[in-house]
């Protein structure tokens, strides 16, 4: 319900995704001036799908296809689960868990693409399952159709794929050579993909990975693994609350997940080990060590991408919920499901009042708080007061001056590896983005020739060359009066920088 009655969601990464696809969209309409600041690379590219979704003319605004792709999102998710609960005999019940999962980490940080790719990543294994059961050409064209998918939603998560489906084929090693002509046509159509679309985006100015590896290995690791199993209970949940209240319910939530599994560890090992080894349990026992061990191995960052052992978290939690529903914990604990289904009721009902209090904040952040679009001027961020509860969910909103009104914005896109959009013009005409001023509090004047600059603030600040002449709220609209902006008819248009 929430995924339709909000005019704007608190998912960090979402405007710039938004902005792209709106640039896309009407790059060769009349009426904006897009094709003078933005390039589009004729390129093919992972992490697109969202891209392309809310980009289609089959639907009246790329707001409102945002609103069906998260809504999609939010019925695969769980149906995802309920599914492989069925195929696995498990207790349906527990499928409900997996509501408390919904919005993870990813969602919450605008990762839109990855957001997707769970739920078909899920898919994925279930139908390697069934082709490790009846290896037809019907499971082979499924794989491979999954896979292609997943690269348009995820390089990470298409690569992951990748790995299980050979973890998976070792695990039958005795069959490793069977049907190895269909195992062929499932994976090598993405790996051409793969091939093409990061040779498109490789960078002298990146550091390589050995190296990267090397040093990170030797140092930065160990300093960081206790904020790493922090991670582990905090991640998927503790955007609901402020630190220390977000942190208790995120950590409850996941005490709760893997109390069957710890629970049986201590009580009857013999029997977890047993149902864990069982049947196609095994692949998902599998599926889960994987995820654990990448989870507490891989870096945080990598050259030219940020945030990656943080993603096999929400693997984790699902494969724990998924396992845990074919155990027999009845016998032992009679009410754990029960009182599960209370949890997640009382979950939702917080979760709601997150959402309720968010639109509520919202309020006075509309269309009209932007100036109109007019060739050649351009506008900007500093959002100083970011934050949504423990989220800085408000950094990218000056992206909504593309998004509502076609306008010309500095943003994040322009200068991350990965971005489907390239700037075409100087860094003085639109200067990098300075997302995160609120942790330094410091503005370096970046933004002196640009036409305007929005800002959350609840503090009055003066920014040289800038008068305030719009409030909304804690929004402020601040318009250049200098006598040296440049204007567009005196701005330089530089061929397109190479990144």
């Given at each position: 319900m929430w995924m339709?009655?909000?005019?704007?969601?608190?998912?960090?990464?979402?405007?710039?995704?938004?902005?792209?696809?709106?640039?896309?969209?009407?790059?060769?309409?009349?009426?904006?001036?897009?094709?003078?600041?933005?390039?589009?690379?004729d390129k093919i590219k992972s992490n697109t799908a969202h891209l392309y979704f809310t980009s289609s003319s089959l639907f009246p605004s790329v707001d409102f296809a945002n609103k069906v792709y998260y809504l999609l999102y939010v019925i695969l998710f769980p149906l995802s689960i309920l599914i492989v609960i069925k195929k696995l005999n498990g207790n349906i019940w527990y499928s409900l868990f997996a509501f408390m999962f919904?919005?993870?980490?990813?969602?919450?940080?605008?990762?839109?693409?990855?957001?997707?790719?769970?739920?078909?990543?899920?898919?994925?294994?279930?139908?390697?399952?069934?082709?490790?059961?009846?290896?037809?050409?019907?499971y082979t064209f499924y794989l491979m159709f999954l896979n292609i998918l997943l690269f348009f939603f995820?390089?990470?998560?298409?690569?992951?794929?990748?790995?299980?489906?050979?973890?998976?084929?070792?695990?039958?090693?005795?069959?490793?050579?069977?049907?190895?002509?269909?195992?062929?046509?499932?994976?090598?159509?993405?790996?051409?993909?793969?091939?093409?679309?990061?040779?498109?985006?490789?960078?002298?100015?990146?550091?390589?990975?050995?190296?990267?590896?090397?040093?990170?290995?030797?140092?930065?690791?160990w300093i960081t693994f206790i904020e790493r199993l922090r991670d582990f209970f905090i991640l998927e949940n503790f955007f609901m609350f402020t630190q220390e209240w977000g942190w208790t319910i995120a950590t409850f939530v996941v005490l709760f997940i893997t109390f069957p599994i710890v629970f049986l560890f201590f009580k009857n090992k013999p029997e977890l080990i047993t149902k864990l080894k069982s049947g196609n349990n095994i692949y998902f026992t599998i599926f889960l060590t994987i995820s654990l061990i990448l989870f507490l191995i891989l870096p945080d960052n990598l050259?030219?991408?940020?945030?990656?052992?943080?993603?096999?978290?929400?693997?984790?939690?699902?494969?724990?919920?998924?396992?845990?529903?074919?155990?027999?914990?009845?016998?032992?604990?009679?009410?754990?499901?029960?009182?599960?289904?209370?949890?997640?009721?009382?979950?939702?009902?917080?979760?709601?009042?997150?959402?309720?209090?968010?639109?509520?904040?919202?309020?006075y952040f509309t269309e009209d708080i932007f100036p109109d679009a007019k060739k050649g001027q351009t506008l900007s961020g500093l959002i100083y007061d970011g934050k949504y509860r423990a989220n800085s969910v408000y950094?990218?909103?000056?992206?909504?001056?593309?998004?509502?009104?076609?306008?010309?914005?500095?943003?994040?896109?322009?200068?991350?590896?990965?971005?489907?959009?390239?700037?075409?013009?100087?860094?003085?005409?639109?200067?990098?983005?300075?997302?995160?001023?609120?942790?330094?509090?410091?503005?370096d004047d970046r933004f002196k020739y640009m036409d305007y600059i929005i800002t959350r603030d609840s503090a009055e600040r003066k920014i040289t060359n800038f008068m305030k002449i719009r409030t909304s709220?804690?929004?402020?609209?601040?318009?250049?009066?200098?006598?040296?902006?440049?204007?567009?008819?005196?701005?330089?248009?530089?061929?397109p920088l190479g990144y």
């Amino acid at each position: 319900m929430w995924m339709l009655n909000l005019h704007v969601y608190p998912f960090i990464d979402v405007p710039n995704h938004l902005s792209a696809a709106t640039i896309v969209r009407y790059y060769d309409e009349p009426g904006n001036n897009f094709k003078d600041y933005y390039s589009i690379p004729d390129k093919i590219k992972s992490n697109t799908a969202h891209l392309y979704f809310t980009s289609s003319s089959l639907f009246p605004s790329v707001d409102f296809a945002n609103k069906v792709y998260y809504l999609l999102y939010v019925i695969l998710f769980p149906l995802s689960i309920l599914i492989v609960i069925k195929k696995l005999n498990g207790n349906i019940w527990y499928s409900l868990f997996a509501f408390m999962f919904v919005f993870n980490f990813e969602v919450t940080f605008g990762f839109v693409g990855y957001t997707m790719s769970v739920p078909f990543l899920i898919l994925l294994i279930l139908f390697l399952i069934d082709f490790f059961e009846t290896p037809t050409y019907k499971y082979t064209f499924y794989l491979m159709f999954l896979n292609i998918l997943l690269f348009f939603f995820h390089f990470q998560t298409a690569i992951y794929a990748l790995v299980i489906l050979l973890i998976f084929s070792l695990y039958n090693y005795k069959h490793f050579w069977d049907n190895i002509l269909k195992k062929l046509i499932a994976i090598v159509p993405v790996l051409v993909l793969m091939v093409i679309s990061y040779s498109s985006d490789a960078s002298p100015h990146y550091q390589g990975l050995f190296s990267y590896f090397l040093d990170y290995y030797s140092s930065t690791y160990w300093i960081t693994f206790i904020e790493r199993l922090r991670d582990f209970f905090i991640l998927e949940n503790f955007f609901m609350f402020t630190q220390e209240w977000g942190w208790t319910i995120a950590t409850f939530v996941v005490l709760f997940i893997t109390f069957p599994i710890v629970f049986l560890f201590f009580k009857n090992k013999p029997e977890l080990i047993t149902k864990l080894k069982s049947g196609n349990n095994i692949y998902f026992t599998i599926f889960l060590t994987i995820s654990l061990i990448l989870f507490l191995i891989l870096p945080d960052n990598l050259p030219g991408q940020n945030v990656v052992f943080q993603r096999f978290s929400i693997f984790i939690m699902l494969t724990l919920i998924i396992l845990s529903s074919t155990f027999d914990l009845s016998k032992y604990v009679k009410n754990y499901v029960p009182v599960g289904v209370v949890i997640v009721f009382i979950y939702m009902a917080l979760l709601s009042n997150y959402f309720f209090e968010f639109k509520q904040e919202t309020r006075y952040f509309t269309e009209d708080i932007f100036p109109d679009a007019k060739k050649g001027q351009t506008l900007s961020g500093l959002i100083y007061d970011g934050k949504y509860r423990a989220n800085s969910v408000y950094i990218h909103y000056q992206n909504y001056y593309t998004i509502w009104k076609k306008g010309i914005t500095s943003n994040s896109n322009l200068d991350f590896r990965y971005s489907f959009i390239r700037r075409k013009v100087s860094m003085d005409c639109l200067p990098p983005y300075l997302a995160w001023v609120s942790m330094s509090d410091k503005y370096d004047d970046r933004f002196k020739y640009m036409d305007y600059i929005i800002t959350r603030d609840s503090a009055e600040r003066k920014i040289t060359n800038f008068m305030k002449i719009r409030t909304s709220g804690t929004w402020n609209l601040y318009e250049n009066v200098s006598d040296t902006i440049n204007h567009y008819d005196s701005k330089i248009i530089y061929p397109p920088l190479g990144y």
